[in-house]
Protein backbone atom coordinates (compact mmCIF):
# COMPACT_ATOMS: atom_id res chain seq x y z
CA UNK A 1 0.00 0.00 0.00
CA UNK A 2 2.57 2.19 0.97
CA UNK A 3 4.60 1.64 -2.14
CA UNK A 4 1.26 2.34 -4.13
CA UNK A 5 0.73 5.60 -2.78
CA UNK A 6 4.09 6.60 -3.48
CA UNK A 7 3.44 5.79 -6.90
CA UNK A 8 0.05 7.18 -7.16
CA UNK A 9 1.43 10.59 -5.52
CA UNK A 10 4.76 11.08 -7.85
CA UNK A 11 2.14 10.34 -11.09
CA UNK A 12 -0.03 12.83 -10.49
CA UNK A 13 0.93 15.22 -7.69
CA UNK A 14 4.16 16.93 -9.50
CA UNK A 15 4.60 19.36 -6.80
CA UNK A 16 4.80 16.46 -4.12
CA UNK A 17 8.35 15.55 -5.84
CA UNK A 18 10.10 16.05 -2.38
CA UNK A 19 10.87 13.39 -0.11
CA UNK A 20 9.23 14.63 2.99
CA UNK A 21 6.01 16.27 1.55
CA UNK A 22 5.63 12.59 -0.18
CA UNK A 23 6.20 11.03 3.07
CA UNK A 24 3.51 12.91 4.65
CA UNK A 25 0.87 12.11 2.10
CA UNK A 26 1.52 8.89 1.75
CA UNK A 27 1.10 8.11 5.57
CA UNK A 28 -2.06 9.95 5.94
CA UNK A 29 -3.24 8.25 2.54
CA UNK A 30 -2.42 4.86 4.60
CA UNK A 31 -3.69 5.59 7.86
CA UNK A 32 -7.57 7.46 6.42
CA UNK A 33 -7.45 4.09 4.29
CA UNK A 34 -6.79 1.79 7.64
CA UNK A 35 -8.87 3.34 9.59
CA UNK A 36 -11.85 3.19 6.95
CA UNK A 37 -11.30 -0.19 6.61
CA UNK A 38 -11.30 -0.53 10.59
CA UNK A 39 -14.29 1.59 11.15
CA UNK A 40 -16.50 -0.47 8.78
CA UNK A 41 -15.31 -3.98 9.88
CA UNK A 42 -15.69 -3.30 13.43
CA UNK A 43 -19.76 -1.68 12.71
CA UNK A 44 -20.19 -5.25 10.34
CA UNK A 45 -18.92 -7.27 12.64
CA UNK A 46 -20.96 -6.22 15.56
CA UNK A 47 -24.06 -6.79 13.17
CA UNK A 48 -22.58 -10.06 12.32
CA UNK A 49 -21.63 -11.37 15.80
CA UNK A 50 -25.53 -10.26 17.06
CA UNK A 51 -26.66 -12.34 14.48
CA UNK A 52 -24.76 -15.55 15.13
CA UNK A 53 -25.99 -15.02 18.81
CA UNK A 54 -29.05 -14.75 18.03
CA UNK A 55 -29.15 -18.26 15.49
CA UNK A 56 -27.21 -20.09 17.97
CA UNK A 57 -30.24 -18.72 20.90
CA UNK A 58 -32.72 -19.59 18.45
CA UNK A 59 -33.74 -16.28 17.82
CA UNK A 60 -33.56 -13.61 15.24
CA UNK A 61 -31.66 -10.44 16.74
CA UNK A 62 -31.43 -7.63 14.99
CA UNK A 63 -34.01 -6.88 11.81
CA UNK A 64 -35.32 -3.55 11.97
CA UNK A 65 -33.33 -0.79 11.48
CA UNK A 66 -32.18 -1.20 7.30
CA UNK A 67 -32.82 -4.84 5.18
CA UNK A 68 -32.48 -7.97 7.93
CA UNK A 69 -30.95 -5.16 10.45
CA UNK A 70 -27.79 -4.62 8.27
CA UNK A 71 -27.94 -0.67 9.66
CA UNK A 72 -28.56 -1.76 13.55
CA UNK A 73 -24.64 -0.93 13.99
CA UNK A 74 -24.76 2.35 12.96
CA UNK A 75 -27.82 3.13 14.84
CA UNK A 76 -26.36 2.21 17.99
CA UNK A 77 -22.71 4.23 17.24
CA UNK A 78 -25.39 7.16 16.37
CA UNK A 79 -27.26 6.60 19.84
CA UNK A 80 -23.78 6.11 22.13
CA UNK A 81 -22.18 9.46 20.37
CA UNK A 82 -25.01 11.97 20.79
CA UNK A 83 -24.81 10.46 24.72
CA UNK A 84 -23.67 12.62 27.34
CA UNK A 85 -19.68 12.12 28.21
CA UNK A 86 -19.88 11.63 31.97
CA UNK A 87 -16.74 11.99 33.99
CA UNK A 88 -17.37 10.42 37.37
CA UNK A 89 -16.66 13.02 40.70
CA UNK A 90 -14.04 10.79 42.15
CA UNK A 91 -12.23 9.89 38.76
CA UNK A 92 -8.89 11.38 37.59
CA UNK A 93 -9.94 13.27 35.15
CA UNK A 94 -7.20 13.52 32.63
CA UNK A 95 -6.33 9.47 32.79
CA UNK A 96 -9.65 8.96 32.28
CA UNK A 97 -10.04 10.37 28.94
CA UNK A 98 -7.04 9.64 27.52
CA UNK A 99 -7.42 5.51 28.45
CA UNK A 100 -9.78 5.31 25.40
CA UNK A 101 -7.29 6.55 23.12
CA UNK A 102 -4.38 4.18 23.93
CA UNK A 103 -6.67 1.24 23.22
CA UNK A 104 -7.54 2.63 19.91
CA UNK A 105 -3.85 3.65 19.50
CA UNK A 106 -2.50 -0.47 20.01
CA UNK A 107 -5.58 -1.49 17.95
CA UNK A 108 -4.72 0.84 14.92
CA UNK A 109 -0.90 0.53 15.24
CA UNK A 110 -1.15 -3.21 14.21
CA UNK A 111 -2.71 -2.37 10.91
CA UNK A 112 0.13 -0.81 9.88
CA UNK A 113 2.13 -4.17 9.12
CA UNK A 114 -0.39 -6.62 8.49
CA UNK A 115 -0.56 -7.37 4.66
CA UNK A 116 -3.62 -7.73 3.08
CA UNK A 117 -1.90 -8.73 -0.40
CA UNK A 118 0.66 -8.40 -2.69
CA UNK A 119 1.85 -4.69 -2.28
CA UNK A 120 -1.21 -3.90 0.27
CA UNK A 121 0.69 -3.10 3.31
CA UNK A 122 1.12 0.03 5.25
CA UNK A 123 4.92 -0.64 5.84
CA UNK A 124 6.85 -3.96 5.30
CA UNK A 125 9.32 -4.00 8.78
CA UNK A 126 12.08 -6.19 8.71
CA UNK A 127 10.71 -6.91 12.55
CA UNK A 128 7.11 -6.99 11.99
CA UNK A 129 6.63 -9.74 14.36
CA UNK A 130 8.32 -7.69 17.01
CA UNK A 131 6.23 -4.76 16.09
CA UNK A 132 2.83 -6.47 16.71
CA UNK A 133 3.77 -8.17 19.93
CA UNK A 134 5.19 -4.71 20.99
CA UNK A 135 2.07 -2.16 19.70
CA UNK A 136 -0.50 -4.23 21.25
CA UNK A 137 0.82 -3.21 25.05
CA UNK A 138 -0.84 -0.41 24.13
CA UNK A 139 -3.92 -1.93 24.96
CA UNK A 140 -3.65 -3.34 28.18
CA UNK A 141 -1.67 -0.03 29.36
CA UNK A 142 -5.21 1.73 28.67
CA UNK A 143 -7.36 -1.21 29.72
CA UNK A 144 -5.01 -0.08 33.07
CA UNK A 145 -5.64 3.64 33.09
CA UNK A 146 -9.50 2.86 32.98
CA UNK A 147 -10.00 0.42 35.56
CA UNK A 148 -7.59 2.62 37.62
CA UNK A 149 -9.04 6.31 37.16
CA UNK A 150 -12.47 5.23 37.28
CA UNK A 151 -12.11 5.12 40.72
CA UNK A 152 -14.43 2.00 40.86
CA UNK A 153 -13.85 -1.09 42.62
CA UNK A 154 -15.50 -3.28 39.57
CA UNK A 155 -13.43 -1.27 36.97
CA UNK A 156 -10.25 -1.74 38.95
CA UNK A 157 -10.54 -5.15 38.74
CA UNK A 158 -11.75 -5.35 35.31
CA UNK A 159 -8.43 -3.47 34.66
CA UNK A 160 -6.32 -5.61 37.01
CA UNK A 161 -7.34 -9.08 35.40
CA UNK A 162 -6.82 -7.85 32.31
CA UNK A 163 -3.33 -6.64 33.03
CA UNK A 164 -2.70 -10.20 34.70
CA UNK A 165 -4.39 -11.72 31.81
CA UNK A 166 -2.37 -10.17 28.44
CA UNK A 167 0.60 -10.25 30.40
CA UNK A 168 0.77 -13.38 30.82
CA UNK A 169 -0.68 -15.07 27.54
CA UNK A 170 1.52 -12.97 25.56
CA UNK A 171 4.43 -15.46 26.54
CA UNK A 172 2.70 -18.30 25.13
CA UNK A 173 1.63 -16.69 21.75
CA UNK A 174 5.16 -15.10 21.21
CA UNK A 175 6.68 -18.35 21.68
CA UNK A 176 4.45 -19.58 19.27
CA UNK A 177 5.30 -16.95 16.79
CA UNK A 178 8.44 -17.60 17.12
CA UNK A 179 8.21 -21.35 15.42
CA UNK A 180 7.05 -19.09 12.54
CA UNK A 181 10.23 -16.84 13.11
CA UNK A 182 12.46 -20.11 12.62
CA UNK A 183 10.57 -21.09 9.85
CA UNK A 184 10.44 -18.56 7.77
CA UNK A 185 14.27 -17.28 9.08
CA UNK A 186 12.67 -13.04 8.81
CA UNK A 187 10.59 -11.24 11.33
CA UNK A 188 8.68 -9.40 8.16
CA UNK A 189 4.74 -10.25 7.87
CA UNK A 190 5.20 -10.27 3.87
CA UNK A 191 8.46 -12.22 4.56
CA UNK A 192 6.79 -15.18 6.59
CA UNK A 193 3.71 -15.66 3.81
CA UNK A 194 6.15 -15.39 0.81
CA UNK A 195 8.12 -18.30 2.67
CA UNK A 196 4.89 -20.46 2.64
CA UNK A 197 2.95 -21.74 -0.19
CA UNK A 198 -0.47 -21.26 -1.43
CA UNK A 199 -1.32 -25.00 -1.30
CA UNK A 200 -2.76 -25.65 2.78
CA UNK A 201 -0.03 -28.58 2.83
CA UNK A 202 2.18 -26.22 2.18
CA UNK A 203 1.09 -23.73 5.15
CA UNK A 204 3.15 -23.62 8.01
CA UNK A 205 0.30 -24.91 10.48
CA UNK A 206 0.76 -27.89 8.76
CA UNK A 207 4.57 -28.14 8.74
CA UNK A 208 4.71 -30.80 11.24
CA UNK A 209 2.48 -31.59 14.21
CA UNK A 210 4.12 -29.53 16.56
CA UNK A 211 3.30 -26.23 14.42
CA UNK A 212 -0.28 -27.62 14.19
CA UNK A 213 -0.02 -26.93 18.17
CA UNK A 214 1.94 -24.15 18.33
CA UNK A 215 -1.07 -22.60 15.79
CA UNK A 216 -3.35 -23.93 18.31
CA UNK A 217 -1.79 -22.61 20.77
CA UNK A 218 -1.56 -18.83 19.89
CA UNK A 219 -5.10 -19.07 18.83
CA UNK A 220 -5.96 -19.50 22.52
CA UNK A 221 -3.48 -17.03 23.80
CA UNK A 222 -4.76 -14.49 21.03
CA UNK A 223 -8.24 -15.36 22.61
CA UNK A 224 -7.09 -14.44 26.25
CA UNK A 225 -5.01 -11.05 24.70
CA UNK A 226 -8.35 -10.12 23.10
CA UNK A 227 -10.61 -10.47 26.24
CA UNK A 228 -12.82 -12.88 24.41
CA UNK A 229 -14.94 -15.78 25.83
CA UNK A 230 -14.22 -18.05 27.50
CA UNK A 231 -11.33 -15.66 28.66
CA UNK A 232 -13.51 -12.24 28.74
CA UNK A 233 -13.18 -12.13 32.51
CA UNK A 234 -12.14 -8.25 32.69
CA UNK A 235 -15.37 -7.42 31.59
CA UNK A 236 -17.62 -10.46 33.25
CA UNK A 237 -20.73 -9.13 33.26
CA UNK A 238 -22.43 -11.05 35.53
CA UNK A 239 -19.38 -10.18 38.29
CA UNK A 240 -17.98 -6.77 37.63
CA UNK A 241 -21.24 -5.35 36.04
CA UNK A 242 -18.79 -3.62 32.40
CA UNK A 243 -15.49 -3.95 34.17
CA UNK A 244 -12.47 -1.78 32.77
CA UNK A 245 -15.48 -0.04 30.81
CA UNK A 246 -18.33 0.34 33.53
CA UNK A 247 -17.76 3.81 34.13
CA UNK A 248 -17.62 5.12 30.29
CA UNK A 249 -20.69 6.27 28.58
CA UNK A 250 -20.85 8.53 24.77
CA UNK A 251 -17.90 8.48 22.42
CA UNK A 252 -15.06 6.89 24.72
CA UNK A 253 -17.39 3.68 25.79
CA UNK A 254 -17.58 3.30 21.57
CA UNK A 255 -13.88 2.93 21.50
CA UNK A 256 -13.39 0.50 23.32
CA UNK A 257 -15.78 -1.59 21.83
CA UNK A 258 -14.83 -0.66 18.61
CA UNK A 259 -10.90 -1.66 19.74
CA UNK A 260 -12.93 -4.57 20.98
CA UNK A 261 -14.19 -5.58 17.23
CA UNK A 262 -11.69 -4.44 15.48
CA UNK A 263 -9.32 -6.97 17.07
CA UNK A 264 -11.16 -9.82 15.66
CA UNK A 265 -9.68 -8.73 12.56
CA UNK A 266 -6.14 -8.43 14.08
CA UNK A 267 -6.21 -11.85 15.91
CA UNK A 268 -7.26 -13.75 12.92
CA UNK A 269 -5.16 -11.69 10.14
CA UNK A 270 -2.13 -12.71 12.37
CA UNK A 271 -3.15 -16.36 12.77
CA UNK A 272 -3.64 -16.25 8.72
CA UNK A 273 -0.50 -14.81 7.67
CA UNK A 274 1.95 -16.59 10.21
CA UNK A 275 0.30 -20.37 10.10
CA UNK A 276 -2.44 -20.55 6.87
CA UNK A 277 -0.63 -18.90 4.02
CA UNK A 278 -1.65 -15.30 4.17
CA UNK A 279 -2.64 -14.08 0.64
CA UNK A 280 -0.60 -16.58 -1.32
CA UNK A 281 -2.77 -17.97 -4.42
CA UNK A 282 -2.29 -21.55 -5.15
CA UNK A 283 -0.18 -22.53 -7.73
CA UNK A 284 1.23 -18.89 -8.24
CA UNK A 285 4.61 -18.41 -7.58
CA UNK A 286 5.43 -15.19 -5.75
CA UNK A 287 6.89 -13.16 -8.45
CA UNK A 288 3.79 -13.68 -10.12
CA UNK A 289 1.58 -12.82 -7.55
CA UNK A 290 3.56 -9.38 -7.59
CA UNK A 291 3.38 -8.36 -11.60
CA UNK A 292 -0.24 -7.60 -11.80
CA UNK A 293 -3.39 -5.90 -10.17
CA UNK A 294 -5.54 -9.01 -10.94
CA UNK A 295 -3.55 -11.49 -8.93
CA UNK A 296 -2.79 -8.62 -6.33
CA UNK A 297 -6.99 -8.54 -6.01
CA UNK A 298 -7.51 -12.58 -6.26
CA UNK A 299 -4.46 -12.56 -3.13
CA UNK A 300 -6.86 -9.70 -1.24
CA UNK A 301 -9.83 -11.88 -1.75
CA UNK A 302 -7.96 -14.93 -0.45
CA UNK A 303 -6.73 -13.54 2.51
CA UNK A 304 -9.73 -12.30 3.51
CA UNK A 305 -11.98 -15.12 3.11
CA UNK A 306 -9.00 -17.13 5.63
CA UNK A 307 -9.12 -14.23 8.13
CA UNK A 308 -12.99 -14.02 8.30
CA UNK A 309 -13.59 -17.53 8.84
CA UNK A 310 -11.37 -17.18 11.52
CA UNK A 311 -13.36 -14.36 12.64
CA UNK A 312 -16.62 -16.30 12.00
CA UNK A 313 -14.80 -19.48 14.11
CA UNK A 314 -14.39 -16.35 17.09
CA UNK A 315 -17.92 -15.65 17.05
CA UNK A 316 -19.22 -18.84 17.62
CA UNK A 317 -16.90 -19.63 20.78
CA UNK A 318 -17.95 -16.74 22.46
CA UNK A 319 -21.62 -17.77 22.50
CA UNK A 320 -20.51 -21.77 22.98
CA UNK A 321 -18.03 -21.69 25.65
CA UNK A 322 -18.41 -20.82 29.57
CA UNK A 323 -16.14 -18.66 31.23
CA UNK A 324 -13.61 -19.54 32.87
CA UNK A 325 -12.48 -18.90 36.30
CA UNK A 326 -9.75 -16.35 37.00
CA UNK A 327 -7.41 -19.21 38.85
CA UNK A 328 -8.47 -21.48 35.77
CA UNK A 329 -7.67 -18.78 33.20
CA UNK A 330 -3.73 -18.53 34.90
CA UNK A 331 -3.37 -22.21 35.58
CA UNK A 332 -4.54 -23.13 31.93
CA UNK A 333 -1.66 -20.56 31.26
CA UNK A 334 1.21 -21.21 33.21
CA UNK A 335 1.11 -25.07 33.56
CA UNK A 336 -0.24 -25.91 29.65
CA UNK A 337 -0.08 -23.47 27.19
CA UNK A 338 3.76 -21.84 28.11
CA UNK A 339 5.35 -25.46 28.22
CA UNK A 340 3.33 -26.79 25.55
CA UNK A 341 4.92 -23.69 23.49
CA UNK A 342 8.16 -24.75 24.51
CA UNK A 343 7.68 -28.43 23.82
CA UNK A 344 6.35 -26.92 20.11
CA UNK A 345 9.02 -25.08 19.66
CA UNK A 346 11.88 -27.76 20.44
CA UNK A 347 9.79 -30.47 18.50
CA UNK A 348 9.96 -27.89 15.42
CA UNK A 349 13.67 -27.32 15.67
CA UNK A 350 14.22 -31.25 16.46
CA UNK A 351 11.90 -31.75 12.95
CA UNK A 352 13.53 -29.26 10.71
CA UNK A 353 17.19 -30.42 11.70
CA UNK A 354 16.36 -34.22 11.06
CA UNK A 355 13.80 -33.28 7.38
CA UNK A 356 14.10 -30.74 5.00
CA UNK A 357 11.14 -29.18 3.76
CA UNK A 358 11.09 -30.87 0.30
CA UNK A 359 12.59 -34.71 1.42
CA UNK A 360 10.01 -37.23 1.00
CA UNK A 361 10.12 -37.63 4.36
CA UNK A 362 9.23 -33.92 5.07
CA UNK A 363 6.12 -33.92 2.81
CA UNK A 364 4.93 -36.72 4.00
CA UNK A 365 5.21 -35.52 7.65
CA UNK A 366 3.77 -32.21 5.99
CA UNK A 367 0.57 -34.29 4.35
CA UNK A 368 -0.47 -36.58 7.50
CA UNK A 369 -0.61 -33.62 9.70
CA UNK A 370 -2.67 -31.45 6.74
CA UNK A 371 -5.03 -34.73 6.72
CA UNK A 372 -5.40 -34.44 11.01
CA UNK A 373 -6.45 -30.68 10.43
CA UNK A 374 -8.62 -31.21 7.57
CA UNK A 375 -10.30 -33.78 9.88
CA UNK A 376 -11.13 -31.39 12.40
CA UNK A 377 -12.06 -28.43 10.44
CA UNK A 378 -14.76 -31.45 8.27
CA UNK A 379 -16.09 -32.81 11.60
CA UNK A 380 -16.48 -28.73 13.01
CA UNK A 381 -18.73 -28.23 10.16
CA UNK A 382 -20.46 -31.67 10.47
CA UNK A 383 -21.19 -30.75 13.89
CA UNK A 384 -22.63 -27.09 13.00
CA UNK A 385 -24.55 -28.91 10.19
CA UNK A 386 -25.93 -31.26 12.63
CA UNK A 387 -27.10 -28.94 15.26
CA UNK A 388 -28.85 -26.65 12.39
CA UNK A 389 -31.01 -29.74 11.17
CA UNK A 390 -32.00 -30.59 14.39
CA UNK A 391 -33.05 -26.84 16.16
CA UNK A 392 -34.98 -26.45 12.69
CA UNK A 393 -36.77 -29.62 13.35
CA UNK A 394 -37.25 -29.67 16.93
CA UNK A 395 -38.60 -25.99 15.90
CA UNK A 396 -40.88 -27.25 13.03
CA UNK A 397 -42.31 -30.07 14.97
CA UNK A 398 -43.60 -27.60 18.00
CA UNK A 399 -44.85 -24.87 15.89
CA UNK A 400 -45.58 -26.16 12.60
CA UNK A 401 -43.71 -23.75 10.54
CA UNK A 402 -40.14 -23.07 9.28
CA UNK A 403 -37.43 -22.02 12.00
CA UNK A 404 -35.77 -18.79 9.84
CA UNK A 405 -37.78 -16.65 7.67
CA UNK A 406 -36.99 -15.64 4.30
CA UNK A 407 -34.97 -11.92 3.99
CA UNK A 408 -38.77 -10.53 2.80
CA UNK A 409 -40.84 -11.26 5.65
CA UNK A 410 -39.98 -9.94 9.20
CA UNK A 411 -41.55 -11.98 12.52
Same mark, same amino acid.
Request: glycine fraction near 8%; charge should be neutral; hydrophobic fraction near 55%.
Given at each position: MW?????????????????????????LVAALALLAFASLFAGLASYVERRIAGRIMSRVGPNRVGPQGLFQFVADGLKLVMKEDLVPAGADPILFRIAPYFVFAGMFGTFVVLPFGAH??? %??????? $?? +????? *??? @?? =?????????????????GLRSAAQIISYEIPAGIALLSVAIFAGTLSTQGIINAQGGLPWDWFAFHSP?????????????? %??????? $?? +????? *??? @?? =????EYSG????????AEWAN???????????????????????????????????GFVIFSVKTLALVTVVMQLRWTLPR?????????????LIPGAFAALLGTMTVMALFSWDSPAGIAIRFCTFLVGA?????????????YRADSANYKKLTGQSMWYPPWRLP
Amino acid at each position: MWKLTQEFIHKFIPAFEHAWLAYIAGALVAALALLAFASLFAGLASYVERRIAGRIMSRVGPNRVGPQGLFQFVADGLKLVMKEDLVPAGADPILFRIAPYFVFAGMFGTFVVLPFGAHLVA %ADLDVGI $FY +LMAIT *SFV @VL =GIMLGGWSSNSKWSLFGGLRSAAQIISYEIPAGIALLSVAIFAGTLSTQGIINAQGGLPWDWFAFHSPFSLVAFVIYFIAAL %AEGNRTP $FD +LPEAE *SEL @VA =GYCTEYSGFRFVVFFFAEWANLWIMSAISVLCFLGGWKIPFVNAPEAYSGWLWILLGFVIFSVKTLALVTVVMQLRWTLPRFRLDQMMNLCWKYLIPGAFAALLGTMTVMALFSWDSPAGIAIRFCTFLVGALVVLYYIWRIVANYRADSANYKKLTGQSMWYPPWRLP
